[in-house]
T-cell receptor, first 111, second 120 residues
Framework: DAKTTQPNSMESNEEEPVHLPCNHS???????IHWYRQLPSQGPEYVIH???SNVNNRMASLAIAEDRKSSTLILHRATLRDAAVYYC????????????FGRGTQLTVWP | GAVVSQHPSRVICKSGTSVKIECRSL??????MFWYRQFPKQSLMLMAT?????????EQGVEKDKFLINHASLTLSTLTVTSAHPEDSSFYIC????????????????FGSGTRLTVV
């Protein structure tokens, strides 16, 4: 039970911003929102995580809704290397510290 | 920092034999390690969780006698697929979690590069 809902696929053009949505309406107060991405034939890679406030790092930004029932991963300028499956995962007491992956969103970036 | 090395990257074995996959945390102590399996075009499925020096906790539906997990040290965990069959062919991925630190703000979840197992 992944507890998150993401679109199966999204597309973007290179150098354009990408907004990847995630719904997590049953999130508990202690759950953090984590994002990982997986390139073909590789292990997942950490992208960003947050609890309540919006977060920025060198890879992306995470916008969290005020009610925490949804969040959006923002890639400010997509590159071809950003083509991957992006997973939105809840991590906290309800998951006993384990990362359970859902289906994720396959992001295609066009040159 | 926070590098997890997984070996081998690819392995082909005959049906009925056993295969061991190693997962090492190179620059941190992994208090907990996780093992996942991923079939083509599917998501990662958590198989088991292991804490150093303790028996692994298996997810529902995962056969503990078939997938033997050893986490004898803070830097090494192994997954042994015993009596492998073609249906065990899959992409196996480990993840190691250490203590959060300055260089590992993601609460210490780092993944290996995966092992492609093919049973013939």
């Amino acid at each position: 039970d992944a507890k998150t809902t993401q679109p199966n696929s999204m597309e973007s053009n290179e150098e354009e911003p990408v907004h990847l949505p995630c719904n997590h309406s049953t999130i508990s107060g202690t759950d953090y929102i984590h994002w990982y991405r997986q390139l073909p034939s590789q292990g997942p890679e950490y992208v960003i995580h947050g609890l309540t406030s919006n977060v920025n790092n060198r890879m992306a930004s995470l916008a969290i809704a005020e009610d925490r029932k949804s969040s959006t991963l923002i890639l400010h300028r997509a590159t071809l290397r950003d083509a991957a499956v992006y997973y939105c995962i809840l991590l906290g007491g309800s998951t006993l510290g384990r990362l359970y992956f859902g289906r994720g969103t396959q992001l295609t970036v066009w040159p | 920092g926070a590098v997890v090395s997984q070996h081998p990257s690819r392995v082909i074995c005959k049906s009925g034999t056993s295969v061991k996959i190693e997962c090492r945390s190179l620059d941190f102590q992994a208090t907990t390690m996780f093992w996942y399996r991923q079939f083509p075009k599917q998501s990662l499925m958590l198989m088991a969780t292991s804490n150093e020096g303790s028996k692994a906790t298996y997810e529902q539906g995962v056969e503990k006698d078939k997938f033997l997990i050893n986490h004898a040290s803070l830097t090494l965990s192994t997954l042994t697929v015993t009596s492998a069959h073609p249906e065990d062919s899959s992409f196996y991925i480990c993840s190691a979690r250490g203590r959060p630190g300055i260089n590992r703000p993601n609460y210490g979840y780092t993944f290996g590069s995966g092992t492609r197992l093919t049973v013939v």
